[in-house]
């Protein structure tokens, strides 16, 4: 899709990788990680395998090739940068956490927007069946609330990737405890794509002992996009620049 491209800027020792969400590309954070690399930071912002293309590409993808993708760059960052930070939003902010839970102190704190851990839908139990007649329902993307604004997307949900984002879900929420690192959680009062228990599903397993919680009053789902955005930027580099003031 035009204006799906991943993003990359080189600039000084301190990295952020940016993820991006479920059927979503990398056009939804793109401000976000333009606004990280004008305050001097080295970004990468990937494209997920699957995304960006057709819903059908993305429907013979599973979560470890999305997961491969991100720690790749990490990787990348780790190698040449003095600290690396990760963020996301949506599955990206459970990509992050991922990131997170496997490398441990190398990552230096988590920015996660509307991060999606759970959900309580009432066709998630039917997906192990469902997926197997069913190759897709209506997609999730454009939850905004600014007018004129849209989010680059599918406009279907392939159920076969969506079963695989399910059962990562479990893994990184039984492995939420193992998470150390500062946190910055940014989530919507009103999110029609992500129930509020989830980031409460977070909060509550994590053992971080820095954890700033910001209430986004004006925004949907896609935050990154939406009203709250300016906010999200400047909460982002305080965050990290609050962090590693006086390292290094």
């Known amino acids: 899709m035009p204006g799906a491209e991943p993003y990359s800027h080189d600039g000084g020792e301190i990295g952020v990788v940016v993820c ?5 590309t990398p056009q939804g954070l793109r401000p ?52 690396v930070f990760v963020a996301g939003l949506s599955m990206g902010g459970l990509l992050a956490t991922k990131l997170a839970i496997e490398h441990g102190p190398r990552v230096a704190g988590l920015l996660l927007v509307n991060p999606v851990f759970a959900h309580d839908n009432r066709l998630l139990p039917l997906l192990p069946a469902l997926r197997h007649v069913v ?34 879900w479990a893994e ?28 409460a599903l977070l909060l509550s397993r994590i053992s971080s002992d820095d954890v700033t919680e910001i209430w986004l009053e004006n925004s949907f789902h896609v935050a990154t996009l939406d009203n709250d955005a300016p906010l999200i930027h400047d909460e982002s580099v305080r965050f990290i620049e609050r962090l590693t003031a006086g390292r290094g």
């Open 20 to 24: 991006h969400g479920y059927t979503g």
């Open 32 to 83: 976000w990680a333009e606004h990280l690399a004008a305050a001097g930071y080295t970004v990468r912002l990937p494209r997920l395998p699957g995304h960006g293309t057709t819903w059908r590409q993305l429907a013979g993808t599973r979560w470890p090739d999305w997961y491969a993708a991100v720690d790749s760059e990490f990787r990348e960052l780790h190698e040449t940068c003095r600290e």
């Open 135 to 168: 190759p897709s329902l209506p997609g999730v993307v454009g939850d905004i609330k600014k007018p004129g604004v849209r989010e680059l997307g599918y406009d279907r949900n392939p159920l076969q990737a969506m079963h695989s984002q399910r059962r990562l």
């Open 172 to 199: 990184v929420v039984r492995d939420l405890p193992e998470v150390t690192q500062p946190v910055l959680l940014l989530h919507s009062r009103e999110d029609h794509v992500v129930p509020p228990m989830s980031s």
